[in-house]
Nanobody, 124 residues
């Protein structure tokens, strides 16, 4: 059974930093792209960042480019999201996901497996 478990969320002040972690279990995902999405109540889940199977290619939403960094450790079947200079508008539940392809993708429907989400709250 495939399972994704996120951790690292919490409450932080504007300008602060957080690192989210996501550990996958059930099988190896070293050949799959991985991504992070976020969602606030009443809105659709939105793309944040994605990384290719080897970690050589990344893509970011314009709203986080230059502030967030996605990375992965295939030996640990894990993906990370390093978030810097956080803003109140970054407040959301953050989800990690594993794609059914090896190349980066922003499209939500391209992701087959999802974590349960972790809350990030940025106070002003």
């Amino acid at each position: 059974q495939v399972q994704l478990v996120e951790s690292g969320g919490g409450l932080v002040q504007t300008g602060g930093s957080l690192t989210l972690s996501c550990a996958a279990s059930g099988r190896s995902f070293s050949n799959s792209a991985m991504g992070w999405f976020r969602q606030v109540p009443g809105k659709e889940r939105e793309f944040v960042a994605t990384i290719s199977w080897a970690g050589s290619t990344t893509d970011y939403a314009d709203s986080v480019k230059g502030r967030f960094i996605i990375s992965r450790d295939n030996a640990k079947n894990s993906v990370y999201l390093h978030m810097n200079n956080l803003k109140p508008e970054d407040t959301a539940v953050y989800y990690c996901a594993i794609a059914g392809q090896s190349l980066v993708t922003r499209i939500l429907s391209h992701y087959d497996y999802w974590g349960q989400g972790t809350q990030v709250t940025v106070s002003s």
